[in-house]
T-cell receptor
Framework: EDQVTQSPEALRLQEGESSSLNCSYTVSGLRGLFWYRQDPGKGPEFLFT???AGEEKEKERLKATLTKKESFLHITAPKPEDSATYLC???????????FGQGTTLQVKP | DADVTQTPRNRITKTGKRIMLECSQTKGHDRMYWYRQDPGLGLRLIYYSFDVKDINKGEISDGYSVSRQAQAKFSLSLESAIPNQTALYFC???????????FGDGTRLSIL
């Protein structure tokens, strides 16, 4: 069964304290791995797509990496405005369906 | 204006009522999806559609139905609402299979 697990469930950081969020997956044929950010009362906002092991994407303080079993979202010198829930999703097969993890809720304190 | 618009944003109703949630998009995407989000369970796919004549069940379609009225409109119905359908509901669109899905801001549905 295809499965996506994110860890930790919650993470508290001080402003400037770098860390990483993990997304591990077991799927039969990965088509793509997607990272989203979700703010309270909002829908998920697309951040990155990764398609193959070894691929990396960067945007401001965020960097996403992918291996054959997991993806990491590295947050460098976070700011309070980076506080949000970060969702990981994988796509398998030909339908475009996404399987989501439960998310990691990040709080960055000033 | 938002590219993916969901109405209503909030709804409180009673068990047994029929409810329709609506989604419209201005992105010109053919693919549209309905998800529900529950605490601790993440987002789960209810139904999806690749064009006006194509409707497919997701992993949790029981108790729900959908209608694709046009390329830009995709509605989700609960024929007889029950309390365990209380959740956040999201509509999403994508241009192609391997491309990211873009989400609306959701409908918070409470069934008493």
């Amino acid at each position: 069964e295809d499965q996506v697990t994110q860890s930790p469930e919650a993470l508290r950081l001080q402003e400037g304290e770098s860390s990483s969020l993990n997304c591990s997956y077991t799927v039969s044929g990965l088509r793509g791995l997607f990272w989203y950010r979700q703010d309270p009362g909002k829908g998920p906002e697309f951040l990155f797509t990764l398609y193959s092991a070894g691929e990396e994407k960067e945007k401001e303080r965020l960097k996403a990496t992918l291996t054959k079993k997991e993806s990491f979202l590295h947050i460098t010198a976070p700011k309070p405005e980076d506080s949000a829930t970060y969702l990981c999703a994988v796509q398998t097969g030909n339908t475009g369906k996404l399987i989501f993890g439960q998310g990691t809720t990040l709080q960055v304190k000033p | 204006d938002a590219d993916v618009t969901q109405t209503p944003r909030n709804r409180i109703t009673k068990t047994g009522k029929r409810i329709m949630l609506e989604c419209s998009q201005t992105k010109g995407h053919d693919r549209m999806y309905w998800y529900r989000q529950d605490p601790g369970l993440g987002l789960r796919l209810i139904y999806y559609s690749f064009d006006v004549k194509d409707i497919n069940k997701g992993e949790i379609s029981d108790g729900y139905s959908v209608s694709r009225q046009a390329q830009a409109k995709f509605s989700l119905s609960l024929e007889s609402a029950i309390p365990n359908q209380t959740a956040l509901y999201f509509c999403a669109t994508s241009v192609a299979r391997n491309q990211p899905q873009h989400f609306g801001d959701g409908t918070r549905l409470s069934i008493l």
